[in-house]
């Protein structure tokens, strides 16, 4: 599975922004898990949203984007928004999206349950 994420930028303090991870021609999303991570400078990668195929396509918020993020897949579309809002400063990172097949709630912000990667959208916040 190929994943193009984009929709990165520069935006303010308390701004927001749409992203998206959409899979190449030829690939579908329907049987993956999409999550979301993100990497700071000087940081470890870390799992902040992810919405799971089964369960009504049932999500995952890290503690520190909860009520800011919202998760959304169209799978016709092949396409995965995470939408951010009440932008801070501390979420400056490079985010990433991928793909997953084995992922459950254990494992579900945990990059190894990962097997399919895209190339990263910079998000800026400046304060």
């Known amino acids: 599975v190929q994943l193009q994420a984009s929709g990165g930028g520069l935006v303010q303090a308390g701004g927001s922004l749409r992203l998206s991870c959409a899979a190449a021609?030829?690939?579908?999303?329907?049987?993956?898990?999409i999550g979301w991570f993100r990497q700071a400078p000087g940081k470890e990668r870390e799992g902040v949203s992810c919405?799971?195929?089964?369960?009504?396509?049932?999500?995952y918020y890290d503690d520190s984007v909860k009520g800011r993020f919202t998760i959304s897949r169209d799978n016709a579309k092949k396409t995965v928004y995470p939408e951010l809002k009440s932008l801070k400063p501390e979420d400056t990172a490079v985010y990433y999206c991928?793909?997953?097949?084995?992922?459950?709630?254990?494992?579900?912000?945990?990059?190894?349950?990962?097997?399919?990667w895209g190339q990263g959208t910079q998000v800026t916040v400046s304060s």
């Open positions: 021609d030829g690939f579908s999303l329907d049987y993956y898990a």
């Open positions: 991928a793909a997953g097949g084995g992922v459950i709630l254990s494992n579900i912000a945990n990059d190894r349950a990962y097997a399919y």
């Open positions: 919405i799971r195929v089964g369960g009504g396509g049932s999500t």
